[in-house]
C-alpha cells in the first residue's frame, strides 16, 4: 500500500483538510518540531488504496539571505551587495522545517502539495520538494511522484474535487517569485544600509531605527508625499456664487443650483445678481424624468476589499488581509487573494446563495431574489487565478469576535448584491429661469431599491427625493444672494486612494500592497490620522524630496512596475530568469553608485530638516578618550554621540538605559552603562566602547560585560558566569551585577532569566564549582533583612542542588511577556546528548584561547 504525504501551508489549514478528506476519521499526533500537528487516514489515492499523511509548513520554508560574512555593515560595502553570492536560509530556524519535513518524507512514495494557489503558494512547493528530495521513494521531480492540489475555498466539495483533479506545480511561477525575492533583498538593503550609516551619523532626531528603501515600498510612498505636495503649493481661489431659494406649491422651500456654477470675479458674479434681484417670481419652464440605475456591484476581488474595509469599516489594509485569511482557514469564505471580478460559468452561484437564506441579517433579501431568479452577474476581469471572494457557510455574530463580523458581514451583502437586480430610480431635473439666468434642481424617485436593500450604505438619502413642480409653472422666490467661497486643498491620501493608485500603476500585488502600505507606517514615513488618512512626516517626505533630487526614477512607480512586467513574463514562461536578474540588478546597481556619488543633494535637505549629533540628545556619560560628556540620543536608533571626538556609538534598543554607578571600563576608560527592561525583563552593563568594538576576538558585537572573556574585571562573564543555560545550547547564565536588589540570572544568548535571592545584600560568584558543574554562589544579607536558615546572613552553596536556597531561587523563565518554559530541576547546567555543557570547569582555562 502506498504512502501519500500531503502538504498544506499552515497548520489549522492541515487539520481542515484532513477532517474534510477523511471525513473525520483520522490520528493526529505533534510533529517533531512542534509547531506542526501529522494527521492520518487510510483511504484512497488514484482509486488504489493508500496510507495518507496531511501535514503543513508555516509560510514559507526558506528566504533568501546574503552569506554571513556580508552581513557586517561595517566591513561590506554596500554596492558589494549587487554582486555577492546569496544563500537559502530557513525561514524560521528553530521550527528546523526541513529536517520535519524529511522525517514524515521518509518512506513515502507520493507528495501532494496543498500549499496556496498562487505565485508565493508555487514557491513554497518547490521549497517543500527540495526539504523532502532525499526522503521519498522516489523523484520528487517527477510528475508521477509530486501533485499539486489547486482549490479556492475550504469546504467538502472544493477540497475533493481538487484531491480527485490534481494537476502539478509551476516552476515558472515559483521563478518568478525568486527573482523577486532576490532583487528586493540586493536593491532594499543596498540603498538601505548606505543611507541608514551615512544619515544617523550625522542626524539625531531623525526618530526611525532604519532608513529603508524598497522598490516597491518607495514608490509606495512617493504618492502620499506627492499629495503632500500638491497641499502645500495648493494657493486658495475666491469665487461667488448666486444662491436662490424658491417656495413651491407645497409650501416647501427648494435651493436651486445656478447653471454658471460659480463666478471667480465678484463684480461680474455681482452683475448677475443684479440682473435678477428685482424679480419675486420664477418659471419652470421644463420638467424632464428619465429612468436611470444605479448598477449593482461586479463580483468582489482583493484589492476591492482592502479599499472598503479601509474606508468603510476602519481597518487598515493589512489588518483587514489578516482577518481574511483567518476566515478563510475556518472555511467561512474563499480565498481572499484574487485580482479576478467574474464567477467562473461553472460557478454554483444559487447554491452559495442557498447557504445564506436562513441568516437572521439578510435571510429575507436572499429569499425573495431565489423567488424571483438570480440576475447574471455583471461580466467583471477573469485575472485567470482564484474566482471573486465569496461566502462559503453561513456565519452569525455570535460565532465570530467583532471584526471579523463586520468583514464578513460586507462580503455576504457584497455577494448577495451581485446576484440582486440594479438599483432602479427616476431622476427629475426641473429647470427654471429668473430673467433670462437659467437655475435647476434635480432630484430622485426611488423606484426598485433593488441591491441597495442588502448593501443598504449605498441606499437614496432622503434629501434626494425631488420637489413637486410642473411645466410652465410661476412660483415664488423667497430669497436671492451672492455668497463667498474658496477653493480648497485635496485631503491626504486614504489607504482607500492609495490602494487604488497603486493596482492602476502596478506597485506590488494583490498579496504585497497592504505589506507595503504597513511598511511605510511602520517605518515613521507616514502617520494614519483620523479617517484612515496617510500623512508623510517629515522623515518621509524628505527621502522622497531626495530622491527626486538625484534620481527620480527611484521614487516614481514606472521602474517597479517594469519590473513586474518582466516577473510577470517569468511567470509565464516567456522571458529568462536569469536574463531578467542580471538585467534588473545591473541597473540598479548604476542608479546606486551614481545615488551615492551624488548624496550631497538630499544631505542638505536633511540638514534644513533635522538637528546635527552634536545639537542633540543631553549629557548622560563620559567619553574614553577625551573625558567630555557624551551625548544620549533617546530618538530611534539609540546612541551616544561625543561632540569633541565627533564619533558615534550605537545602544542596546527596546529598553532603558542608565550610568552605572559611574565606574569604568578596564579596557577603555569609558563609562560603564546598564542597559535594562524593568525588573521583569533582561538586563545587563555594558561599555559603549566594547559594545561597538569587541575588545576580544569570540565576543560579537552588540555584547555586554555579560559575554566579555576578561580576566579580571569584576563585572565580566569571567567573573559573573554560573552555568549553562537551563534552556538553550549555546548560553550561559550569568549573574546581573546591576540587578540588586532584584537579583537576576540571565542568559547571553536566548531570554531565560531566574530570580533569585530577593532582597539580598550582595551575590558573589565564586571560583568553587558544585558537581552539577555550576560554579558556587556566596550571598549576604543584612541581619534584619535575612532570608536565610537560622537567621544567618551568609551562606555560600549552588542555585540549583543546595536544598537551602530552594524557596530563594525562581524556576527559569522567559524574559517579560514570553511563555515560561517549564524547570527541568536537577542537574540542569549538565543536561543534554551525553555531554556536560557546564561552564566553568576553571574560568583562567576557558580564557587561555585568548591570551596564550
Known sequence: MKTVLMVAEKPSLAASLANILSNGSNTSRKGSNGACSVHEWNGTFQGAPARLRMTSVCGHVMGVDFLSKYNNWDRVDPVELFSCPIEKKEATPKLKMPIFLGLEAKGCDNLVLWLDCDKEGENICFEVMNSVARSMNGDVYSNSVTYRARFSAITEKDIKAAFNNLSHPNENEARSVDARQELDLRIGCAF????????????????SSLISYGPCQTPTLGFCVQRHDQIQTFKPEQYWVVKVTIKTKDGEDVNLDWKRVRCFDKEVANMFLQQIKDQTQAKVVSVISKEKAKARPAALNTVELMRVASSGLGMGPHHAMQIAEKLYTQGYISYPRTETTRYPENFDLVGVLRQQQNSSEWGDEVREILARGVNRPKSGHDAGDHPPITPMKLASRNELDSEAWKLYDYIARH????????????STTATITINDETFTVTGKTLLDPGYTTVMTWQAFDKTEIVPNLSENETVQIKEMRLTEHQTSPPDYLTESELITLMETHGIGTDASIPVHINNISQRNYVTVTPGRKLKPTNLGIVLVHGYQKIDAELVLPT???????????????????????????????????????????????????????????????????????????????PRLHCPQCDETYSLPQNGTVKLFRELKCPLDDFELLCWTMGNKGKSFVFCPYCYNHPPFKDMKKASGCNSCPHPTCPYSLNSNGVCSCVECDSGVLVLDPSSGPKWKLGCTRCDTIISLFDDAQKLTVLADVCDCGAQLINVEYKAEKTKLPNSSSEMKGCVFCTSEFGRLVDKPKTAVNTRPRPFRGGKAPNRGRGRARGKPKDKMAQLAAYFV
Open 415 to 426: 455577494f448577495i448584491g451581485t446576484l440582486a437586480r440594479d438599483c432602479k430610480y427616476l
Open 192 to 207: 538601505t544600509r548606505f543611507q541608514t550609516k551615512f544619515f544617523q551619523g550625522r542626524y539625531g532626531d531623525l526618530d
Open 559 to 637: 521602474m517597479r512596475s517594469a519590473v513586474e512586467e518582466q516577473l510577470n513574463l517569468i511567470a509565464h514562461g516567456k522571458a529568462n530568469f536569469q536574463a531578467v536578474l542580471k538585467h534588473t540588478v545591473e541597473i540598479f546597481r548604476l542608479k546606486f553608485q551614481y545615488f551615492v556619488k551624488n548624496i550631497d543633494g538630499m544631505d542638505q535637505l536633511f540638514e534644513v530638516s533635522f538637528s546635527p549629533l552634536s545639537a542633540s540628545g543631553k549629557a548622560h556619560s563620559r567619553c574614553g578618550k577625551c573625558r567630555r560628556y557624551m551625548k544620549y540620543i533617546q530618538a530611534k536608533p
